[in-house]
């Protein structure tokens, strides 16, 4: 044998899934039939479809887009800018997301209602002899607006900004400054060179944390059940099992759907990233091959200066 | 007077923190001509380059290019400087060719030279493909315009540079020692290119190391040192007869 080490590991790999496979069969707690007649059901469903998948795309698009928002702020000239964004990755990546979601879900505590006016205006008035002056554009009830879902989608979304912020930094300050120079010297203005030059360049350091981001996002949104939403998959999950006295085998479900869900978003990554990665390493060159071999093939003045 | 030049410095000033770059440097190129500056490394003569075309905010001092003053409006002897527009305007007209190429590595050749006209000047995709396509044709790559730039070899890469800047049809071209940065066997394929662009009457300032193309094609030779002009002239006779010490002393090195 060439291998004997391998061969080694292979048989006591075999004996250990042997044994896992058996308790997986025998054990009757694991109730697979109940499981599986369970975890179908229309409200899991709808739970997975609004509460995670819903949830999930929400969360990272707010997420995202706040998050370069907040990189530039960063980037930016002006320290203002720069001092409100970093307090603000500084809060939101302080504070744990269970504990943020807990808060966004009780803010109704806070105010019965929301509105958005000139501040202190009734102080104000009061200073100028006005009873109750009240300026203010629109408001609306918190209970009709902090529902369970919009709270929740702001918990999770504000607090992803933070993270999406620091990778989206990252990713901007890997891209050489001859680039932006390049793109100025062109006469494009600073919102092109950022969109056109710099943020499709930082994408290759920006794609692969977060991908990994929405993956985390995906099973972050099981802590929704702190907020509480109730339409979330594990909330559903959770539901049934304390109604029916089978706690594990929901539990199971659970693990089934998020490692069905992830997978999924494991396979979008790859492609995504293969995508981000044009012009560079491996894959441009085995690209490079095939088009030289065509550009060979039509003949043509490729060489040196054919010029004049 | 300054109608009659394409660029013209006066007494431009530089400095990066406590450390003066530039010392009230002077320049006057006409329509047409090609000024290459020579000089030893840290003399300024690149960071002077960034001047012309505002990527550097000089510090005292003026400069126009074809009449007008570079990032600066003047109003009652006082000068303002100008909106992040106006400047990228001003640019526009500028081409500007860099040692690293800084060609942008995500865009085909193709699309690198397509960019700046699409993007800045908003002309129609079909009109400015082709007048890529025939860029590209110019600087001898017609058969590379689908290829990514890590695809390139560097003499390559530099000309789809140059291609890329005579997109914007500019009336100046800086180059900023456009073959510094090159295997030698590939930096005659650049000045090729670019002496067939000299010949086409472009005005170019080259800041270069390459002596023998500053005397084949230069019109005037303009040697730098210590952040000022020391010596300018025919490019003939700042090289053979060289009245300064320190010009003398640095073409000893370089020829």
Known sequence: MRHPGRWLAVAVLAVLTA????????????????????????????????GTVVMTICAMLLGVTLGVVIAVMRLSDNPILRAVAWLYTWFFRAVPRLVLLAVFGNLGILWSRIEFGVPFDTQIGRLFGIDNLELRAFGFTSRDVLTGFMAGLLGLALSEAAYMAEIVRAGIQSVEGGQAEAATALGMSRGQTLRRVVLPQAMRVIIPPTGNETI??????????????????????????????????????????YLLLTSVLLVGQYFLERHFSRGYGQQARARMKLRGFAAEQGGGGGGTGAVG | MSDELMVRAENVHKSFGPLEVLKGVDLAVRPGEVSCVIGPSGSGKSTFLR?????????AGRIWVDGELVGYRERGGKLYEMREKEVAAQRRS????????????????????????LRVRRESRAEVRERATALLDRVGLASKIGNYPGQLSGGQQQRVAIARALAMRPKLM??????????????????????????????MIVVTHEIGFAREVGDSLIFMDGGVVVESGAPDEVLGNPRHDRTRTFLSKVL
């Not at chain 1, 496979?21 to 009757?28: A, E, I, Q, R, S």
């Not at chain 2, 001047?51 to 510090?59: A, F, G, V």
């Open chain 2, 174 to 203: 800086l180059f900023d020692e456009p073959t510094s940065a090159l295997d030698p066997e590939l930096v005659g394929e650049v000045l090729d290119v670019m002496k067939d662009l000299a010949r086409d009457g472009m005005t």
């Open chain 2, 94 to 117: 500028i081409g500007m060719v860099f040692q690293r190429f800084n060609l942008f590595p995500h865009m085909t050749a193709l699309e690198n030279v397509m960019e700046a006209p």
């Open chain 1, 216 to 257: 985390a996002m995906l099973k972050d949104t099981s802590l929704l059940l702190y907020v509480p939403v109730s339409m979330e998959l594990f909330f559903q999950l959770d539901a049934v099992g304390k109604r029916t006295f089978q706690i594990f085998p929901m539990y199971v479900a659970a693990c089934l759907w």
């Open chain 2, 51 to 59: 001047c012309i075309n505002h990527l550097e905010k000089i510090n």
């Open chain 1, 19 to 50: 044994m896992f496979v058996h308790m997986l069969v025998t054990n009757d707690a694991f109730q697979w039939a109940f499981m599986v007649d369970n975890m179908f059901r229309p409200p899991i469903i709808e739970g997975l479809v609004r």
